[in-house]
C-alpha cells in the first residue's frame, strides 16, 4: 500500500517538527515537503505532488479564502486538513467553504491529529470536538470579557516582569501571603493553572491589561521582557535543526546566555564533566537513546542540575518518568516558545 504524501505548511518550525515526528511514527505517512509561507507552500505543491496538505492559514504572504480556491483548483484531488489555532467559528465556515476538507485544533491530544488526518483522507470532513457545539450553536451568548481589576493588572505586569512572590509583594506593599492570595484569584478569572500559563495568556490576549483601570494601562510591548541572569544552558536533542531553532530564541530571550549542545548521552556527559550549566533540557528520545535515562545520569554526575525534558510526545508516562528523574518540568516542544522560555530561565534565575 502507497503511503500518503504529505506536505506540512507553518511558519513556526518548532509546529512543523512536531507534527512530522508524530506523523513519521505512523509506516503509512511520508512526509515529503514543508512550507512556512504563501510563495513557499505554492513552490512545495507543484515540486512534491502531495495528497494531504496540512496547513496553518495565518502564515505570512498567504491569503487564506482565496488561496484555498486556487489550490483546490490547481489540485482537485488534494485533501486538505487545517491545522489552526483559531476557533472563531465564522472563521472555521469560511475555511470549509473555501475548500478546507477539515479543521483540527492545535493543543488537542495527539491521537486526535492521526484521526483528523485518516478522516479527511477517507473523504470525510473533520472538525475538531471543541468547534462542534460553536458550530452547532452559533447563537449562544458568548463569555463577557475579562476585566482585570488595577491589583490584579499590576500583578499580572510584574508576573510578565519574571518576579517572584516576594519580589511582587515588595513592590506592590502586600505580603507575600496577599500575593498568593490573589494570584489563585488571577488564575481563576484567566482560567490558568500557573505563571507561566497567566504570562502566556497575558502574551495573546494583550488587550486584558488596556481594559483594566486607568492606572494599570500599559503597553506590553514595552515592557523590558529580556533576562539577562542565566550563563549557560545546554541543549541535549539528536534534531540539529530543533537545537538550532532552540538556540536562537534562547538568545532573544538572554543574549548573554551560553549556550552548548549535545546530541546524545555521551556528549552531555562529556559536557557536563567541564561546565556547570544553569539549566539542561533534555529531549525524551534521541535517536536509539532513552532521554529519561539521560537525565537520571546527568542528575548523578551533578546533583544541583536543573533538568527539564522536553517532547513532541506530552506522554502523561513520560511526564511521571521524567519527575521520578529528577527533572524540574516536562514541557510538550510545541508549547517552547519565547514566553516559555522566558519564564523557564527566570524561574531557574531566581531558584
Request: net charge negative; charged share 25%; hydrophobic share 45%.
Amino acid at each position: 500500500m502507497p503511503s500518503t504524501r504529505i506536505l506540512i505548511a507553518d511558519d513556526h518550525s518548532l509546529v512543523r517538527q512536531g507534527i512530522r515526528d508524530i506523523l513519521e511514527q505512523y509506516e503509512d505517512m511520508l512526509i515529503v515537503g514543508e512550507a512556512w509561507d504563501g510563495p513557499s507552500l505554492f513552490a512545495q505543491l507543484a515540486e512534491t505532488a502531495p495528497s494531504l496538505l496540512l496547513l496553518d492559514v495565518t502564515m505570512p504572504a498567504f491569503e487564506p479564502v482565496s488561496s484555498l480556491g486556487k489550490i483546490k483548483a490547481a489540485y482537485p484531488n488534494l485533501k486538505i486538513l487545517v491545522i489552526s489555532a483559531y476557533d472563531d467559528d465564522f472563521y472555521v465556515k469560511g475555511l470549509l467553504s473555501a475548500g478546507a476538507d477539515g479543521y483540527h485544533l492545535k493543543g488537542q491530544p495527539i491521537p486526535q491529529l492521526k484521526m483528523a488526518v485518516d478522516q479527511v483522507l477517507s473523504g470525510e470532513k473533520w472538525i475538531a470536538s471543541p468547534l462542534v457545539n460553536k458550530l452547532l450553536h452559533p447563537d449562544e451568548r458568548k463569555k463577557p470579557p475579562i476585566v482585570l481589576t488595577a491589583r490584579q493588572s499590576s500583578l499580572l505586569q510584574l508576573l510578565m516582569q519574571s518576579l517572584d512572590n516576594r519580589n511582587i509583594a515588595l513592590k506592590m506593599g502586600i505580603s507575600v501571603k496577599t500575593v498568593e492570595n490573589c494570584l489563585t484569584k488571577l488564575y481563576r478569572l484567566l482560567n490558568v493553572q500557573s505563571r507561566l500559563e497567566a504570562v502566556n495568556f497575558a502574551l495573546q490576549h494583550p488587550e486584558i491589561l488596556s481594559a483594566a483601570s486607568p492606572q494599570a494601562n500599559i503597553e506590553t510591548e514595552k515592557v523590558n521582557f529580556t533576562v539577562q541572569s542565566m550563563t549557560s544552558i545546554l541543549l541535549v536533542d539528536d534534531n540539529a535543526r530543533f537545537r538550532y531553532e532552540l538556540r536562537q530564541t534562547i538568545n532573544i530571550v538572554s543574549p548573554k546566555t551560553m549556550v552548548y549542545e549535545a546530541e546524545n548521552t555521551c556528549e552531555a556527559v562529556h559536557l557536563i564533566e567541564h561546565i556547570s550549566p544553569n539549566l539542561v533540557l533534555v529531549d525524551v528520545i534521541l535517536g536509539k537513546e532513552d532521554g529519561i535515562q539521560c537525565a537520571k545520569l546527568l542528575r548523578k554526575k551533578d546533583a544541583n542540575l536543573k533538568i527539564v525534558v522536553i517532547s513532541a510526545y506530552p506522554d502523561k508516562e513520560f511526564h511521571r518518568m521524567s519527575t521520578e528523574a529528577g527533572a524540574i518540568a516536562f514541557l510538550d516542544k510545541k508549547d517552547i516558545d519565547i514566553a516559555s522560555l522566558r519564564q523557564i530561565i527566570a524561574d531557574v534565575s531566581l531558584s
